[in-house]
């Protein structure tokens, strides 16, 4: 545990860095393949199926969740201390906001797993037919999915505190704490994109190309954490 004692030191750095690199991983895993292979867009039946039919990747994107969530409090906790000498108000502020995405994203397993019950023909709801079952299963899917235009919102808050404050601190390259800032918009876009302008055209093309600078930032910063760690032994205090 000495790892975990001072937060302005490269072992500490490197242990954030490596929590943050698990984040990537289990998060493209949960949030971005298993999707991939089962959902079908607007046809609930097949994505029902799908689910059924490969219950094993379903059950394994819902543990990727498990894992990234539990890599988030760590991370999330360990930011906050290592950006707290700069400004502890805005550090506390980001760590909030994280935790606050976390708490959604384990919402949003309970619908997972009830999407799951009403999929399964073999389970307890026999009072209601299969067409029934497809459709409430289907309901599931789209709130869970729904968790994540709310989530998004909160995590736009921790990364522009968090680019802020990577800026500020002057151990770590401007450069990602800019991008980290611009790219954070593209997440809120994402969530007005779906939620209100799915049509917007534009607006989806921005908010791709801002996910991107952001997604080069997190992993960019992560890397930076677990191979180089902060440019001198304390940051700056900016009060």
Do not use: C
């Not at 971005?32 to 994107?61: E, K, M, Y």
């Not at 289907?138 to 919102?153: E, F, P, R, S, T």
């Not at 980290?180 to 997440?187: D, E, I, P, Q, R």
């Amino acid at each position: 545990m000495q790892t975990f004692r001072d937060p302005q030191s490269r072992s500490y750095a490197r242990a954030a860095g490596a929590f943050y690199l698990t984040i990537a991983v289990a998060g493209g895993f949960a949030i971005g393949f298993v999707p991939s292979q089962l959902n079908v867009a607007g046809d609930a039946a097949a994505t029902v199926d799908n689910i059924l039919a490969h219950r094993g990747l379903f059950q394994l994107g819902i543990a990727g969740d498990v894992v990234m969530m539990l890599a988030e409090v760590m991370a999330t906790a360990m930011l906050y201390f290592m950006f707290k000498p700069v400004n502890a108000t805005l550090s506390l502020a980001a760590a909030l906001a994280r935790f606050a995405m976390v708490g959604v994203m384990a919402a949003m397993l309970f619908f997972n797993a009830a999407a799951l019950a009403l999929a399964d023909p073999n389970g307890a709801l026999d009072g209601f037919s299969a067409d029934q079952r497809t459709d409430l299963a289907g309901l599931m899917l789209q709130v869970h999915d729904a968790g994540v235009w709310i989530w998004q919102i909160f995590f736009t808050l921790h990364l522009v505190l968090l680019g802020h404050l990577v800026v500020r601190s002057g151990v770590y390259p401007r450069l990602l704490g800019h991008a980290l800032t611009l790219g954070a918009f593209g997440y809120i876009l994402d969530s007005i994109h779906a939620f209100a302008v799915p049509d917007a055209a534009l607006l989806g093309q921005i908010r791709i190309g801002l996910l991107v600078i952001v997604t080069l930032a997190e992993v960019g910063f992560a890397l930076w954490l677990l191979f180089r760690g902060p440019r001198h032994d304390r940051p700056r205090t900016h009060g």
